[in-house]
Structures are given as structure tokens and as C-alpha cells.
């Protein structure tokens, strides 16, 4: 029988956690320890409520926590005990010095770099799971390699699962994208990765390259989506103007089988953890290279995610009559999609800090994500947290859904508009009310890229 694989996971985030927890789950000849500098975060995953909400993680987690998954704070004895070390950890934008504002942030990457020189006593395999800039595995191998005895083999193995789905995307990718050197050691350390991810997935979706191919693809795979939903966007403003309606040109469109249909749902904006700071990164190493053109045509694919976001909250305010001051305005939802309870870049954040110096009674209403809200927004006392959307509604001028909750499809929009002020402002952000519906009971509806319902 083979001998058990030893892997251990430096960063217990959105990733790390149900990235690894899938591993112990498939590939049973293996003990997983994953680690993390946050007592608190470690402590909840060890605990019956995780750090986030996740559908189908809490399953998972249960099925093979204290079997072959281990939670811990120890980060060197993980990284002394193990053999395969994958690296997780957050590598948000810098927001100082050179590149300030669009390179990704390393320093976490180079700690920990300089922490496994300094503790290991054997040779390891190294992947990288955070999205990086191109050649960073160089570079770790480099800080690695420097001064050791031993040997530090750094793959790339970039993450493409999307939050909310994440489960799914991990038990059945797409593909599984594997960077590797070119010499015998990298092919070697490779196939050990490889091997590991064969136990679940069919080997026609693994895919193999060098490591700089892999590391781009990360910002390209995202970058392009990013650029469809900005495309999208871009016409969902014409269609306003024009009457044409948004949904029909993107479900015509996207029947072209060249084209697809996904990544084509208009909406406020996209916002989440990777897309602006992926292309941020893209075209900071653009620039990097002295390549401005391409810089400016992805910076684009940011500059309409901003425009959109804008022009909806611009939209509520000058459809109220341009004065929102001490007007009660409620937000369905500020989750940056549906099925998380993740803010972080979400569209709900620019709205809300738009409307709050615009000197609105904001309420905001969402099934997971109002704790992160609350932390992000720094609790301010003009904001209520309300989770009951017919209580939230009680006296309100306006309704905006920011985010896609299947709950806010199915909601009594009669017994939401008997509670409001009248005249009632309806602005769907995800197109996902019955617009006619609503219009009839009496809101005036404002949708994405389709002409406004207007009493
Ligand atoms: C991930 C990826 O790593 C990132 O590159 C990708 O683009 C988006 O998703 P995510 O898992 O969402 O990040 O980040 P987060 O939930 O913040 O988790 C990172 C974890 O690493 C945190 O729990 C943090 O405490 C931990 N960490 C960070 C360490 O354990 N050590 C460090 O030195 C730094
Ligand atoms: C993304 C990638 O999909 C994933 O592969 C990568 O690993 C991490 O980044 P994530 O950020 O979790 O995943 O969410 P995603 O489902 O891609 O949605 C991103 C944003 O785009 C959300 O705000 C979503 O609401 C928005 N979006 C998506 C649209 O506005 N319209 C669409 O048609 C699709």
C-alpha cells in the first residue's frame, strides 16, 4: 500500500478551508493539517459553526474533521511535519508603496517563504493556491533555495472555484491546472500533485503546464468573466435609453454557442474577493512590462464595474427627486452574490456609503452576510440591521435589491409596498422581481437595462 500522504494548508480562508477539506474527503490515503495565524478563525473551524457560510461544507467538514483533517494555529510544526505545504493565505492589493493600489500584496507569501527556510529539516513540495502575479514561484524558490541544503520544489495551482459554489466546483472541476518547472525534479513533484487529484478527477481535466502558464491563467480566467459581466453591463445602459431590454439581448446573444450563456446576467456590478484585484494585478504587470495598450484595455473591464455601480445609485437618487437626506431606503441583500455571506468588494458597499453621505436612513436586510456588513461599514448608528424584510420595509421611500437571494424572488412585494411611503421606489439591481407585477401593485421599478415602470 502506498504510503500516506502528509499535506498541510497555510491559510484557513475561503479557499484553504473547503479546498482542503474536499482533498481529505476524495483522498482518503492522506492526513490534511491546515493552518492559520488567526486563533479565532481555527477555533471556529473546530467548532459547530464555521467561519463562513458555505452550502455543503458543514457536511464535509463533519464527515472527516479529526479522521485525516486538522485544524491548527501551530504553522511550523505543520510545515516541519509535512511533506506537500499548500500556501492559501490572502494576497489582497497593496495599499502602500511601489504599485500601491494595483500590485497584489506579498508579504504575507514572503514570510511564510522565509519561515519554511528557516524551520524544515527535509525537502518539500510547495503549491501555491493564492492568486499571485506571474513568476512568483520563481521568486519563492529563490527566498527557498537561498542558503538551504535541501530542496524546495514550488508548483502552481491556482484555485478556480467560485464562492457559494465551491463545493461543487471542487468535487467536479472544470479542470485542475498544474504548474510545474520543466526539469525532472519539477515533473517529479507534478505528478505527486497530480496523483492526488486523479483520485476524483477524470484525468482528461487535469491539466498540465509551466508554471508561468498556469500562474497568468488565474488573472486571465478571471479577467475574462469579470469582462463579460462589464460587457454585459456596458449594454445594459444603451437598452435603458433605447427600450430595448437587456435580458432578451443576453439570452439571444449567449444562444450562440461561439459565445455562451454564462456571465451574461446584467447587474449592478460585480464585486467579491478576486475579480478587481486579479485585473488590478494583470494590468499592473501590463505596465510592468512596458505594455500600456493592454493595460488601458483591461483597466476598462474596471472602469464600467465602477460606472455601473455609479449609475445605479445615482439613478436611485435622481428618481427620488434628487434628495435622499433623511429618507428611509432599504437594501435587499449586501452580499456581493447570493449563497454567501461574503462583503468584501461587494457592489452593496459603494451604494451604501453613497446613499450614507447623501445623509439617507439606510436599513439593510440579508439572510448571511449582515455581520460582515456591519464590521465593513464600522457599525454607524444611521444604519439598521434588520433581517425580516417586511419589518425592514415599515416606512421606507425605497426598496433596492443588491444581491440575488432566492428569498427576495418569492417575497410578498403587496404586504412590502402596504408598509412604505408612497410614492414606493422599487430599484432591482439583479433583475429579479416581476417588474409588471410590481408596477401593478403600485412601485414605480426601476430594473437594469430595461426602460423604467413609471406611475
Ligand atoms: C484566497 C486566495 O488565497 C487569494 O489569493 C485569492 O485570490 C482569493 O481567495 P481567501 O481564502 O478568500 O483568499 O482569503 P481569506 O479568507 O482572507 O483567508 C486567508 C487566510 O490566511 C486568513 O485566515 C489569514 O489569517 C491566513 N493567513 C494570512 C495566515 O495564516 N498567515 C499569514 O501570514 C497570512
Ligand atoms: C470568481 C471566479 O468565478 C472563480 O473561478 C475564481 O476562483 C474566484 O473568482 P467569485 O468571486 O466567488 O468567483 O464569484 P463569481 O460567481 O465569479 O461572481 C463574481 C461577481 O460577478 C459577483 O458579484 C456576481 O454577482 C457577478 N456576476 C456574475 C454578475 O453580475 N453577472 C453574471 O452573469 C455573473
Not at 484555485?159 to 472544470?174: C, R, Y
Not at 478587481?276 to 512590462?289: A, F, H
Request: glycine content about 6%; some cysteine.
Amino acid at each position: 500500500m502506498a504510503s500516506t500522504k502528509k499535506i498541510a494548508c497555510v491559510g484557513a480562508g475561503y479557499v484553504g478551508g473547503p479546498t482542503m477539506a474536499v482533498i481529505a474527503k476524495q483522498f482518503k490515503n492522506c492526513i490534511v493539517t491546515v493552518v492559520d495565524i488567526n486563533k479565532e478563525r481555527i477555533d471556529a473551524w473546530n467548532s459547530d459553526t464555521l467561519p463562513f457560510y458555505e452550502p455543503g461544507l458543514d457536511e464535509i467538514v463533519k464527515e472527516v474533521r479529526g479522521k485525516n483533517l486538522f485544524f491548527s494555529t501551530d504553522v511550523d510544526k505543520a510545515i516541519i511535519e509535512n511533506d506537500i505545504i499548500f500556501i492559501a493565505v490572502n494576497t489582497p492589493t497593496k495599499d502602500y508603496g511601489v504599485g500601491k493600489g494595483m500590485a497584489a500584496d506579498l508579504q504575507h507569501w514572503e514570510t511564510i517563504a522565509r519561515q519554511i527556510r528557516d524551520v524544515v529539516k527535509s525537502d518539500k513540495i510547495i503549491v501555491e493556491k493564492s492568486t499571485l502575479p506571474v513568476k512568483t514561484a520563481e521568486a519563492m524558490e529563490t527566498i527557498l533555495n537561498t542558503g538551504s541544503s535541501l530542496h524546495f520544489e514550488v508548483l502552481s495551482n491556482p484555485e478556480f472555484l467560485a464562492e457559494a459554489t465551491a463545493i461543487n466546483d471542487l468535487l467536479f472541476p472544470d479542470r485542475v491546472l498544474i504548474g510545474s518547472r520543466e526539469t525532472e525534479s519539477g515533473q517529479k513533484a507534478r505528478d505527486e500533485l497530480v496523483k492526488i487529484y486523479r483520485s476524483w478527477v477524470p484525468n482528461e481535466n487535469i491539466i498540465t503546464t509551466n508554471t508561468f502558464s498556469s500562474e497568468l491563467t488565474k488573472l486571465v480566467s478571471n479577467t475574462f468573466l469579470a469582462q463579460r459581466v462589464s460587457s454585459i453591463n456596458a449594454i445594459s445602459a444603451l437598452c435603458e435609453i433605447t427600450g430595448a431590454d437587456v435580458d432578451e439581448v443576453a439570452k439571444a446573444v449567449g444562444a450562440d454557442t461561439r459565445i455562451g450563456s454564462k456571465f451574461l446576467k446584467a447587474s449592478i456590478g460585480f464585486g467579491g474577493s478576486c475579480f478587481r484585484k486579479d485585473i488590478l494585478n494583470l494590468i499592473y504587470i501590463c505596465r510592468m512590462y512596458k505594455l500600456p495598450e493592454i493595460a488601458t484595455y483591461f483597466e476598462n473591464v474596471i472602469h464600467m464595474n465602477n460606472f455601473q455601480q455609479q449609475r445605479f445609485v445615482d439613478n436611485v437618487i435622481q428618481s427620488m427627486f434628487n434628495t435622499v437626506a433623511d429618507r428611509k431606503i432599504l437594501m435587499l441583500g449586501c452580499a456581493f452574490k447570493a449563497n454567501t455571506d461574503d462583503v468584501r468588494d461587494s457592489p452593496s458597499l459603494p451604494v451604501a456609503k453613497t446613499l450614507m453621505s447623501e445623509k439617507a436612513r439606510l436599513v439593510i436586510s440579508d439572510p448571511k452576510a449582515m455581520k460582515n456588513m456591519k464590521k465593513e461599514l464600522g457599525d454607524p448608528n444611521n444604519v439598521d440591521f434588520i433581517e425580516d424584510p417586511y419589518e425592514a420595509a415599515k416606512d421606507c421611500h425605497a426598496i433596492l435589491i443588491i444581491t440575488e437571494w432566492e428569498l427576495f424572488e418569492t417575497l410578498d412585494y403587496q404586504k412590502l409596498f402596504d408598509v412604505m411611503i408612497k410614492p414606493a421606489y422599487l430599484f432591482d439591481g439583479r433583475n429579479m422581481v416581476d417588474r409588471e407585477a410590481c408596477f401593478e401593485i403600485g412601485f414605480n421599478v426601476y430594473s437594469i437595462g430595461k426602460a423604467p415602470l413609471i406611475h
